[in-house]
């Protein structure tokens, strides 16, 4: 059974967020959501990554002053998305700086390059418009959440395309998903920086009562024994939502017994709870299954249309 308990000084306050935008949708949609979560005197930078005419175009006998053209082209594209990212936020009357990281030049790969500006510029998170194998998420080599729990130096804010609610000034309802890890608590503390006044707050346990083929406990004694650490979880998430003034509830929530999975579970109380972010933690275990929250993150990312806040802790458990 795990041990629940909240880490003293793991919560990394939100100063500085990172907004990699290009040319497509799912990028200004991200940029629409994002320019009124600031938490009060954080720093937006908005970069793009102009990509290597070497790596996406069929170099065969071009010249060098058609690799030239070409480099050209990738720059001004990248410097125009960044321009129309700056233009959403001025609207907004935020504030914001801006790079374009030109990688024909400095070398690597895109999603290289994201991490890297995202450790040089030291950012606390980093806000991506994703859709799967399109937009944005092709920046991400492999899946989100090995991008952000081995590689990526600070949590990352995915906002999907599939997402199509009115996006309000802050998010109005944000569901916790907890495991009862260290990891998961300081999820919520990280997210609860993105509340306002007005947002309801919701934390949930999965009571995960899908039987496996791996299984060597019965399922029903696994099914007691997620239902006792629920308890003590969400009794500890209570504790902590209630030093806040905004109206929250707790809940234990279940797979069904066949053919779903706890990222499934989230996803489906995330939409009838009609949350507009959703926040789990990474690096995670979850007691008795030794659910790898790092894989269920990742199966949400994959599953979620609705913003998803990947949270890493500022210090690995």
Partial sequence: MSTTHVSANATRAIRRILVAVDASPESARAVAYVRHLSPPGARIRVVSVAENPRTILPLGSMTDAELQRARAELARDA???VARAKQLFADAGVDVESGVVEISRQG????????DAAAQWQADLLVVGARQHH???RWVEGTVSEFVTTQAPCSILVVPAGYEAQIQSSPRRILFALDGSAASFDALHFGLQL??????LRAIYVIDRAVRLTDIVPIR???EAFVEEGKVILATAARVLAEWPNQSETAAIETAP???DVAHAIVRDAQQWQ???IVVGTHGRRGVARWVLGSVASRT??????????ARPAVDK
């Fill in 135 to 137: 937009g944005m998420l």
């Fill in 275 to 277: 949350a507009d972010l």
């Fill in 301 to 310: 990312a994959r599953l979620a249309r609705t913003p998803l806040l990947l």
């Fill in 108 to 115: 690597g790969y895109i999603a290289n390059a994201l991490i």
């Fill in 221 to 223: 004694m696994l099914e």
């Fill in 258 to 260: 066949a053919r779903d």
């Fill in 79 to 81: 410097g125009e998305a």
């Fill in 195 to 200: 509340a306002s006044p007005v947002s309801r």
